[in-house]
């Protein structure tokens, strides 16, 4: 099975101001974190991670704590790099580390990227771009999902809860003027 989540800043002191998450400190937000993904993930899955798995620049502590998070989540972890996954967060034993990634999961064409994107490789053919990056700001369109934590409850989430977010999601303003030729 394929789950994805996005940004979930374990160890970053001040992601909870920022994002107004519900904890009442870093080992909460933690501990909730890493315990709806051991909850759903199981060791035979793979676990896409579209960016900010950390907090960029981090004190030993911290690199400390968040490397053994890492081990503790199971499954095959894919990381695609977002704006705050520093040298020494890429640098840990991912499956994969890679900017954006290009799968087919269950038939489904998906262009994973830490980013929401206007257009993308599969885009005129159904294909599903998933991001994170904008935290509790943007849901994301019909054809361009947010996976990221702050959107689904803390959670890593599966290729069909997505696509029934997607359905109640509007289409992009501009989609018909960057594919023309497609269906939304």
Known sequence: MHWFTADPHYAHDRIIGFCDRPFVNIAAMNARLLGECRARVQPDDD???????????ATDAQRREVRTIFHAIPARKHLICGNHDQPWVCDLPWGSVTETADITV????????HYPMITWPGARHQGLQLFGHVHQNWQGSRNSVNVGVDVW?????????IERRAERLPVNAHWHQVEPRSAP
Request: charge should be neutral.
């Open 47 to 57: 676990l896409w991670i579209l960016g900010d798995f950390s907090a960029g620049k």
């Open 106 to 113: 269950d038939g489904r064409r998906l262009f994973l990227c």
């Open 153 to 161: 409850d803390f959670r890593p989430v599966t290729l069909p809860e």
